[in-house]
């Protein structure tokens, strides 16, 4: 899936996503509503990361409003992914 209007950052043991110019690929996968909480906790949110819902592009152009999380601190320092694709 690709998500316009956001970039990618590479903060060392993990990426962070913050709004932007670029173009931010990733996967979208469908889970339980109840298990939200539980990924909130992992991915440290509200603090290291906060749940947005955003607009995504699917692979057959298919718009998505999906749940993300973007990175709720500074930046400044970290190197930017160009490719806006973490894998890579």
């Known amino acids: 899936a ?27 996968y469908e889970i339980p509503e109840g298990l939200l909480r539980e990924l909130d906790w992992v991915e440290g949110a509200p603090f290291l990361f906060r749940r947005e819902l955003i607009e995504v592009v699917l692979e057959d ?15 400044e320092g970290a190197a930017l992914v160009p490719s806006g694709e973490w894998k890579v």
Not at 61 to 75: D, F, G, I, Q, S
């Open 2 to 28: 690709l998500a316009k209007g956001f970039a990618l950052y590479d903060l060392g043991a993990y990426p962070g996503m913050v709004p932007g110019d670029g173009v931010v690929r990733g996967e979208v």
């Open 61 to 75: 152009h298919t718009p998505l409003r999906a749940h993300a999380y973007l990175y709720n601190r500074e930046v």
